[in-house]
C-alpha cells in the first residue's frame, strides 16, 4: 500500500487523467494515420505498401515546400507583432482605472467571433466592388482597389493580418492573467526611486510575466504549424500558392486530390517539425528559462 | 485596479495608445452590426455601410429559423461539460507539473506538445471510427470528451505558467500543517489560481462554443446540433441572406460577451480587494 | 388503474411504433440551398411518397462544404444514406474503386435504364463494364450577354475569336467588363474557363484524343489555347476587369454584375437559368443565351461540352437497396415529375438526361430555357459536343487543371510547364486505374 503513495507516484496520479483522455482521443487514432503514409491509400478501399515513395515524392514538391516556408513567415510574424502590441496594451491596462472593462473587450471582441464571421467580414471590407477600397478611391486614393486577399504578393500577409487581428486580443487577456501576480509594493518602491514607466515594465513586471510570456511564445509556435481556419476560409491557400500553408495542402492533398497516403506524409513531417521545435524548447529549459 | 501605478501625465498617452487599438479591434465589427439591421435587399448594394432603413426583423427570423432556444440549450451543455472535464483533469496535471515535477515529467510536457500540433485531419477519421464502435457517435459526451482532449494541453500548460510562480512556502506551511498533497492542491493551489483558472475556462469555454469540425462530423442528428453548425449551415440555407447571417452571429457571440463582462469584472475587484501577491 | 394505463400506453406504443415502421424508409443526403430545398421537398419527396405508401424517401440536406467529408466518413464505417451522391463522375469513381458502391446492373437490366437514359450520361457511370451510378442532371457551359444592351449598340453576338475580340474592345470603350465572372466561395471556378478554352480552340476531336491518350496535353494546340486563355484573363482582364478581381467576386455579385450592366457577358453553366431569371425579372433589360464562340479553326463549328454535374448510386451498406432502386426507378420513369421539377429550377438542377419530345414540356416552360434544351439535343446529336473537365477528368488532373491554372496566370511558370505537369498526371492517373470511361466519338 505505502508504495502507492510514494510521492513521485501520487504526482504521476495528478498527470495521469490528461493522459489518459489525450492518448485516447488524439495520439492514437494520429498513430495509425501516421501509419498511412507508408501506404497510396484513397481515403476508403484497399491500400498498398509503398515503402518511402510518398516522402520522396515530398521532397520534391515546389508547392510542398513553398508551404514550410509559408508557415516559417507565419510563425515569425505571429511571434513578434502580436505578441509585443498584446503586451504593450496589457501593462498599459493595469495602470489606469476608468474604461478597464471596455477596453478589455474592445481587444478580446473579435476573438470571441467565429473564424467564418470574422473572414466575411474581412471579406466585405476587401472587396473591389464594394469595399474600403471604392470609399477611399472617393478621395482620391488608390489604395485597396484590389483585394489583398487575391493579389499574390499580399496574400499570406493579409490572411495573417485578419488572423492576428483576431488573436492578439487573447494574448492581452493571458498577460493580464500574468502581471496578477506582480506585487504592487514592488511598483510603490519603483515610484519611490523615481523610476519610468519603461523601467518599471523592464525591471518589474517583465521578470515576474516570463513564465506567462515564455508559455505564449512556445504556444504560438506550436499553433502556428497547423494553422488552417482563416486561411481556408479566406483564400483556400490561393492565388496561385501564394498563401497556401502546411495545413491547407495537407487538405487539399486528402480531400480534394483523395491522395490520403500523401497527405499522412505531410502530417508526420509535421510531427518531425515539432519535435525539432520542442527539442529547442528543452534547451531553453537547461539554460533556465521556465518553460 | 491598479498595478502599475503611473504618474498623471502618463496616463493621458495610455489612454491614446489603448484608444487607437481599440479602434482596430473594433471598427470591422460595426460592418457586423450595421449588416444585422439592414433588410435582406439593401444587402446586395450596400454590404459595409450604415443601413439606409433600420429592421430589427433579422433577429426573431434568425432566432426562430436557426432554432435558437435548442441549440443554445445544445451548446451550452457542451461547454459546461467540457469545462468540468477539462479545467479538473488540466489543473491537476498543471499543479503537478509546476510544483511536484515527477521524475519523466518532462516527457510528459514533451509529448502534450506535440500533441497540441496535430491538425484535426489527422486524427478525424480514425476517431470517428473509434466513437462509432463505442457508441459514442452521435452523443453530447462524445463530443465532451474530444474537446476536453483537444483543449487540455494548452489548459495544463497555462494553469502550470502561473502555478510555478506560486511560493513555494505557502506550500511548505501546509506541509507542517499536516496537509497532503491532494489537500495542498484543493487548499492552496487552486484558491490561489483562480485567475488562471477562469482565463482557461473563458478560453476552452470559447473554443468549444465556436467549434464547428468536431460538431458537424460527430453529431448528425439534427435534435443534439450545437450553435456554431447552425451558423454554418445559415450561409448555405440562406445564402441571399447575409443580413440574416450577421443578425445570427451577433446572437452568438451575445452570451460569450455577457460571460466575459462578469469573468473580467470579477477580475478587477478580486485585484484591489487583495487577491493573490507573490 | 395504473396497470391498465400502463398497458395502454404500451399497447399505444406498439400500435404508432408499427404504424411508423410499416413504411421503408430510404435516405438521401443532399446539399443544402436556400432557394431550392423547399421545391425538392414538394416536388420530390411529397410527390414520391404520396404516390405509394410502402416507401418514404427522406432527405437531409447538408452544407455542401461538410458533405463529401462526411458521406466518405459514414460509408467507410459502414454507415451513410441510403442513397450514395456525388458532384460528378469523377468522385463517383472514387467511390466505386473502394467498393463503396452497389453494382447496379441487376436493377438496370429489371427496369431497362438504359433504354431510359441518353448513352452517353449513361456511360458516365459505367465503370469495368458496369453501371455503378445515374447521371441526375445534365450541363453545360454557355455564354450569356445582355439582349436589350448588344440590341442599343447594334452588337451581334460573337460566335468566333475575331467577333469576341471586336465585342470586347468595344465593350471596355464603354467603360464595361467584357465577361462577369469570379471565383470567390467555388475556386474550381477555373476549369470552367480552362474547358471552354480547350473544347474551343483545340476542338473536341482533339480534346477527345487527349481523354484516351492518344495525344499528349503537351501538343501544341492544347499549350496555345491555354496562352490564349491567359492572355484574355492577365493580359486583357476580360473576367470582371482583372484577374485580381476575378478571383474576390462571388456568385451573387457578379451575377448583380451583369444584370447591373457592369458586364456585357458571362461565361457559365445552365446551372445559372434560376438565378438569371429571377435577376432579370425586375429589371428592363433582357438577357439572352448563346453557345460558346469558336475560338480557332480547330473547332469550326460550335459545340456544347458534355458534363454530368450529379451522379447518385446504391449505398452496398443499405438494408433497402430494392426500395432505393425502385424509387430511383421512379424517379427515371416519369418524365412528368422529372420537368415539373426541374422547370420549378428553371432546369437548373434535376436536369435528368432523358429522351424528351417536345409535347413533353409544359406550355409555362421559359421559352429561353427550351430554345436550349432543344438547341442542345440538336447540336450534340450532330456530333458537336465537348467535355467538360469535371465529368471526363480523373481526380488529380482534375484539381491540377484548376488549381495550378492560377500559377500560369500568377507567371510563375509557363503554359508548357503546366501541360507537362498536367501530362504527369495523366500518366499516373492511366497507371492506376483511375481514368473514368469516355464515350466512343
Not at chain 1, 506582480?182 to 518599471?200: F, M, N, R, T
Not at chain 2, 440555407?237 to 445570427?248: D, E, G
Not at chain 3, 496566370?409 to 508548357?416: C, E, K, L, N, R
Request: proline residues 4%; glycine residues 6%.
Amino acid at each position: 500500500m505505502k508504495i502507492f503513495l510514494n510521492k513521485s507516484l501520487i504526482a504521476w496520479y495528478f498527470i495521469l487523467p490528461v493522459l489518459f483522455i489525450h492518448l485516447f482521443v488524439i495520439a492514437i487514432p494520429s498513430i495509425s494515420s501516421l501509419a498511412l503514409s507508408l501506404t497510396d491509400f484513397r481515403g476508403m478501399g484497399k491500400l498498398n505498401y509503398i515503402g518511402f515513395e510518398n516522402f520522396i515524392e515530398l521532397f520534391d514538391d515546389r508547392y510542398f515546400i513553398k508551404a514550410v516556408y509559408h508557415n516559417v513567415i507565419w510563425t515569425i510574424a505571429f511571434l513578434t507583432i502580436p505578441v509585443f502590441v498584446a503586451l504593450v496594451c496589457a501593462y498599459l491596462l493595469t495602470g489606469i482605472k476608468r474604461g478597464q472593462l471596455f477596453f478589455r473587450l474592445a481587444f478580446f471582441f473579435p476573438y470571441m467571433l467565429a473564424s467564418v464571421v470574422n473572414c466575411q467580414i474581412w471579406k466585405y471590407l476587401f472587396s473591389p466592388i464594394y469595399g474600403i477600397g471604392t470609399v477611399l478611391s472617393g478621395f482620391g486614393l488608390d489604395l485597396f482597389t484590389t483585394s489583398p486577399f487575391t493579389t499574390k504578393e499580399y496574400s499570406l500577409f493579409a490572411v495573417a493580418f485578419v488572423d492576428g487581428w483576431h488573436f492578439w486580443g487573447f494574448l492581452v487577456v493571458i498577460y493580464l492573467t500574468g502581471m496578477y501576480q506582480v506585487d504592487s509594493s514592488l511598483y510603490e518602491a519603483a515610484d519611490i526611486e523615481g523610476a519610468s514607466k519603461y523601467q518599471k515594465f523592464r525591471y518589474i513586471t517583465l521578470p515576474m510575466i516570463r513564465p506567462v510570456l515564455v508559455f505564449t511564445i512556445m504556444i504560438i509556435t506550436i499553433w502556428s504549424i497547423p494553422v488552417f481556419d482563416y486561411v481556408f476560409i479566406l483564400t483556400k491557400g490561393g492565388p496561385a500558392y501564394s498563401s497556401e500553408v502546411i495545413g491547407t495542402y495537407m487538405y487539399s492533398q486528402a480531400f480534394e486530390r483523395f491522395n490520403v497516403g500523401y497527405s499522412s506524409a505531410i502530417g508526420t513531417m509535421m510531427f518531425f517539425y515539432v519535435l525539432i521545435i520542442v527539442g529547442l524548447f528543452g534547451i531553453l529549459r537547461r539554460l533556465g528559462w521556465e518553460v | 485596479m491598479e498595478v502599475a501605478s503611473f504618474r498623471k501625465k502618463e496616463l493621458i498617452s495610455n489612454y491614446v495608445i489603448l484608444g487607437i487599438f481599440a479602434i482596430v479591434s473594433l471598427a470591422p465589427i460595426l460592418v457586423l452590426i450595421f449588416n444585422a439591421f439592414k433588410p435582406a435587399v439593401e444587402f446586395g448594394t450596400n454590404p459595409i455601410g450604415l443601413p439606409n432603413n433600420i429592421t430589427f426583423q433579422n433577429f426573431p427570423d434568425a432566432w426562430i429559423q436557426g432554432e435558437y432556444s435548442k441549440i443554445f440549450f445544445n451548446s451550452f451543455k457542451l461547454v459546461l461539460g467540457t469545462l468540468i472535464l477539462c479545467i479538473s483533469v488540466s489543473s491537476l496535471a498543471g499543479f503537478s507539473l509546476a510544483k511536484l515535477n515527477p521524475k519523466g515529467s518532462n516527457l510528459v510536457a514533451i509529448y502534450l506538445l506535440v500533441g497540441i500540433s496535430i491538425p484535426a485531419q489527422m486524427f478525424l477519421l480514425p476517431l470517428f471510427l473509434l466513437w462509432k464502435n463505442l457508441g459514442l457517435l452521435n452523443t453530447h459526451i462524445g463530443l465532451i470528451i474530444i474537446y476536453s482532449a483537444l483543449n487540455a494541453p494548452f489548459a495544463t500548460f497555462l494553469i502550470r505558467s502561473y502555478m510555478i510562480r506560486l511560493p513555494d512556502e505557502l506550500f511548505d506551511a501546509a506541509k507542517i500543517d499536516g496537509a497532503n498533497i491532494l489537500q495542498q492542491f484543493f487548499r492552496v493551489a487552486i484558491p490561489l489560481s483562480w485567475p488562471v483558472l477562469l482565463t482557461s475556462a473563458l478560453v476552452v469555454g470559447l473554443a468549444v462554443w465556436n467549434e464547428f469540425l468536431f460538431a458537424l462530423t460527430f453529431v448528425q442528428d439534427e435534435e443534439l446540433k450545437p450553435i456554431s453548425t447552425i451558423l454554418f449551415a445559415f450561409s448555405w440555407r440562406f445564402i441571399n441572406n447575409q443580413a440574416l447571417v450577421s443578425a445570427a452571429s451577433i446572437m452568438m457571440v451575445a452570451p460569450v460577451v455577457i460571460l466575459f463582462l462578469l469573468f473580467q469584472k470579477k477580475f478587477i475587484s478580486g485585484l484591489t480587494s487583495g487577491g493573490v501577491k507573490g | 388503474m395504473k396497470k391498465i394505463i400502463d398497458s395502454l400506453l404500451v399497447l399505444s406504443f406498439i400500435f404508432t411504433s408499427s404504424a411508423v415502421f410499416a413504411k421503408t424508409q430510404i435516405s438521401w443526403w443532399m446539399e443544402a440551398r436556400a432557394e431550392r430545398d423547399p421545391i425538392v421537398m414538394e416536388k420530390l419527396v411529397n410527390a414520391y411518397n404520396s404516390s405509394q405508401d410502402e416507401i418514404e424517401l427522406v432527405i437531409e440536406f447538408t452544407a455542401q462544404e461538410v458533405l463529401g467529408e462526411k458521406l466518405r466518413t459514414a460509408l467507410i464505417s459502414g454507415g451513410g444514406p441510403d442513397i450514395v451522391r456525388a458532384a460528378g463522375p469523377s468522385f463517383i469513381k472514387e467511390y466505386q474503386m473502394a467498393g463503396m458502391l452497389e453494382n447496379l446492373d441487376s436493377y438496370a437490366d429489371q427496369y431497362g435504364w438504359n433504354d431510359k437514359i441518353v448513352p452517353w450520361a449513361y456511360n458516365s457511370g459505367v465503370f469495368d463494364g458496369s453501371l455503378y451510378a445515374l447521371p441526375l442532371t445534365y450541363e453545360s457551359m454557355i455564354m450569356l450577354y445582355n439582349k436589350t444592351l448588344f440590341a442599343e449598340n447594334g452588337w451581334g453576338v460573337p460566335t468566333t475569336l475575331e467577333e469576341l475580340e471586336n465585342v470586347a474592345s468595344k465593350a471596355k470603350a464603354m467603360d464595361m467588363n467584357v465577361y462577369s465572372y469570379g471565383s470567390t466561395g467555388w475556386q474550381p471556378t477555373h476549369e470552367h474557363l480552362v474547358g471552354i478554352y480547350l473544347n474551343n480552340y483545340a476542338g473536341p476531336e482533339n480534346v477527345y484524343k487527349a481523354l484516351i491518350g492518344e495525344k499528349k496535353w503537351t501538343d501544341p494546340v492544347f499549350v496555345e489555347a491555354i496562352e490564349l486563355l491567359r492572355k484574355h484573363m492577365v493580359d486583357e482582364g476580360y473576367w470582371s476587369g482583372s484577374l485580381e478581381n476575378y478571383y474576390a467576386i462571388d456568385w451573387d455579385q457578379f451575377h448583380d454584375a451583369f444584370s447591373a450592366r457592369d458586364a456585357a457577358m458571362m461565361t457559365i453553366g445552365t446551372w445559372t437559368f434560376q438565378r438569371t431569371e429571377m435577376n432579370f425579372s425586375s429589371i428592363d433589360d433582357d438577357w439572352g443565351w448563346a453557345p460558346l464562340p469558336s475560338l480557332s479553326s480547330n473547332s469550326p463549328n460550335q459545340n456544347f461540352m458534355l458534363a454530368i454535374g450529379t451522379s447518385i448510386g446504391l449505398n452496398p451498406n443499405s438494408k433497402n437497396k430494392d426500395a432505393a432502386a425502385s424509387m430511383l426507378n421512379w424517379l427515371f420513369s416519369n418524365k412528368d415529375v422529372v420537368i415539373n421539377l426541374s422547370n420549378s429550377l428553371e432546369f437548373a438542377e434535376f436536369n435528368l438526361p432523358l429522351y424528351y419530345e417536345d409535347s413533353d414540356f409544359p406550355t409555362d416552360v421559359n421559352p429561353k430555357i427550351k430554345d436550349f434544351l432543344s438547341t442542345f439535343g440538336k447540336v450534340t446529336g450532330e456530333g458537336n459536343y465537348g467535355y467538360c473537365t469535371w465529368a471526363f477528368w480523373p481526380a488529380e488532373p482534375g484539381v491540377h487543371i484548376w488549381k495550378d491554372m492560377e500559377v500560369v496566370w500568377a507567371g510563375d511558370i509557363s503554359v508548357a510547364d503546366y501541360m507537362a505537369d498536367h501530362q504527369k498526371l495523366w500518366d499516373k492517373a492511366r497507371d492506376k486505374g483511375t481514368t473514368l470511361s469516355i464515350p466512343d466519338r
